[in-house]
């Protein structure tokens, strides 16, 4: 059974950082695309970050050059490393595997998110 | 302001037919790229409804389906039941601003 469990979220002052954590299991996870989506409180999912499998990176214009993400495969992780958080940052976040390695593909697995609370 | 529209809500009664739209644009429906869909129950995470426009991940109700067609999508869901009060989701790729996936705004269906 594929599992994806995230870890990390917490409060953080503006300004601040915090480094998120996305445990797989049940699938090979080297092999996998994976996505970090957002979703603030009562808004819409908002895409945050890819990684593919040979460790290529992409990001929208909201957080880059902010947030990092990263893969360890043989701790089959996923990671997002996010630096000068804003209040706009806070949000329920989701890591997700893609389907198939094409751009716009769907997400067939989601973990249950983890919340991350930006302010002072 | 997403770039996939959806209206923000719809309603129907038990056993009736509803549809949601998303509406785009050239650079990500109009420009051939996948629409897919994601059911999200209050309090929990997205689950992929539909993948590739019209398909059905194993496990998904037939009562669920699909379309696309120009710059738009449509999402129909059939026979309505009270389990399927929650909110949807359209997803695709944008070719603009470097290429980035999009959502649409969401959509809160209400079995009345």
């Known amino acids: 059974e594929v599992q994806l469990v995230e870890s990390g979220g917490g409060l953080v002052q503006p300004g601040g950082s915090l480094r998120l954590s996305c445990a797989a299991s049940?699938?090979?996870?080297?092999?996998?695309?994976m996505h970090w989506v957002r979703q603030a409180t009562g808004k819409g999912l908002e895409w945050v970050s890819a990684?593919?499998?040979?460790?290529?990176?992409y990001y929208p214009g909201s957080v880059k050059g902010r947030f990092t993400i990263s893969r360890e495969n043989a701790k089959n992780s996923l990671y997002l490393q996010m630096n000068s958080l804003r209040a706009g940052d806070t949000a329920v976040y989701y890591c997700a595997r893609a389907a198939i390695a094409v751009a716009g593909t769907d997400f067939d697995y989601w973990g249950q998110g983890t919340l991350v609370t930006v302010s002072s | 302001q997403s770039v996939l529209t959806q209206p923000p809500s719809v309603s129907g009664a038990p056993g009736q037919r509803v549809t949601i739209s998303c509406t785009g644009s050239?650079?990500?429906?109009?420009?051939?790229?996948?629409v897919h869909w994601y059911q999200q129950l209050p309090g929990t995470a997205p689950k992929l409804l539909i993948y590739?426009?019209?398909n059905r991940p194993s496990g998904v109700p037939d009562r669920f389906s699909g379309s696309k067609s120009g710059t738009s999508a449509s999402l129909a869901i059939t026979g309505l039941q009270a389990e399927d009060e929650a909110d949807y989701y359209c997803q695709s790729y944008d070719s603009s601003l470097s290429g980035s996936i999009v959502f649409g705004g969401g959509t809160k269906l209400t079995v009345l």
């Open positions: 590739g426009n019209s």
């Open positions: 049940g699938f090979t996870f080297s092999s996998y695309d």
């Open positions: 050239s650079s990500n429906i109009g420009a051939g790229y996948d």
């Open positions: 990684i593919g499998t040979a460790g290529d990176t």
